[in-house]
């Protein structure tokens, strides 16, 4: 399937490829593009929901450098939530138990003093 930004730039336009036995294709707004891929992201998961989830390292992933978002307690596992509106997929949230999360802490700190060579500059805008 091509999908293309139709000139207008309001909609997509999704065009089935020569070959895949159907023919057309379909015009999508943004709200109907974004039920799309959350429906898809719902079926992909429910096909793999049985799997370990794949190794991270040597994956390949686009950042995120705009969004808003929002660190919550996760009640569940009393760990942490980090939710973020992701530009191609819509909100995503991901929970980091307890363990996690102070991985996490070491990780940036270590971070942080490799970044500044003094602990107080950065709170300073770079």
């Not at 999908?3 to 379909?26: C, I, N, P």
């Amino acid at each position: 399937m091509q999908v293309t930004r139709a000139e207008d730039g309001k909609t997509v336009v999704l065009t089935f490829l020569e070959g895949s036995g159907v023919s057309g294709s379909l015009s999508l707004d943004e709200a109907q593009l974004s039920q799309l891929i959350t429906s898809l992201g719902l079926a992909h998961a429910s096909l793999v929901e049985k799997r370990p989830p794949p190794p991270i390292e040597g994956a390949r992933f686009t950042p995120v450098y705009t969004t808003n978002w929002a660190l919550q307690i996760d009640a569940l596992t009393e760990g942490s939530m980090l939710a973020f509106q992701h530009p191609a997929y819509g909100p995503v949230g991901v929970v980091f138990g307890p363990q996690d999360v102070e991985q996490i802490i070491r990780g940036l700190q270590k971070q942080r003093t490799m970044i500044r060579s003094n602990p107080h500059d950065a709170s300073q805008p770079s």
